[in-house]
């Protein structure tokens, strides 16, 4: 059996060959599952999440251009769990996935774009109006429950709640937009 370098497999991949893909797969999923496991402790969404980065990849292919197949795939995990915590948690867990990206990512692509993301974010929160922007933070980084921002702001729950899930909706969609770009 022929070892193909990261470079050669791209290059058959985006010529639909199958057996490059498997290759990929072979040589990266278990990286990519203890890269998840170590965040969500939980070995069904791991394996879905590495099955939906496969999926992508495979759906991409000749799409996109990578330079570094490895840190390539470990953001792709990294975006499929932020995904899913926002979906699941929309909360303080969230945001903190943000702001812990640790130093896993190999190469510098990885970290440049998990930096890039960061400021991205991080841009984008400024942008808020000032109430949004306060509900946000309050129940992100001070882990506030909808309640206790609605005394503290002097407004209903009810109002905090459509607040909080209009702009965590528009965060997602930011997100997902800004990962398109890659």
Not at 57 to 63: D, F, I
Not at 148 to 159: D, F, G, H, R
Request: charged fraction near 25%.
């Amino acid at each position: 059996m022929i070892l193909y370098t990261d470079t050669q497999l791209l290059d058959l991949l985006a010529q639909h060959n199958r057996d490059a893909f498997d290759a990929l797969y072979d040589r990266y999923w278990e990286l990519l599952y203890n890269a998840a496991y170590k965040r969500l402790k939980d070995k069904e969404q791991c394996k879905d999440i590495i099955q939906d980065v496969f999926v992508d990849l495979w759906c991409r292919r000749g799409q996109v251009t990578i330079s570094n197949v490895k840190a390539y795939l470990l953001t792709a995990v990294r975006f499929q769990i932020y995904k899913l915590v926002a979906r699941e948690k929309a909360g303080p867990a969230f945001f903190e996935l943000y702001e812990t990206i640790d130093a896993s990512t190999s190469g510098a692509e990885g970290k440049l774009i998990e930096k890039e993301l960061m400021d991205h974010v991080k841009a984008w929160i400024d942008e808020l109006p000032e109430k949004k922007r306060q509900i946000f933070l309050l129940h992100t980084q001070h882990d506030k429950s909808t309640k206790e921002i609605a005394n503290e702001l002097s407004i209903s729950q009810k109002t905090v709640q459509n607040q909080l899930g209009a702009t965590i909706y528009r965060l997602r969609l930011h997100i997902a937009h800004f990962f398109m770009m890659f």
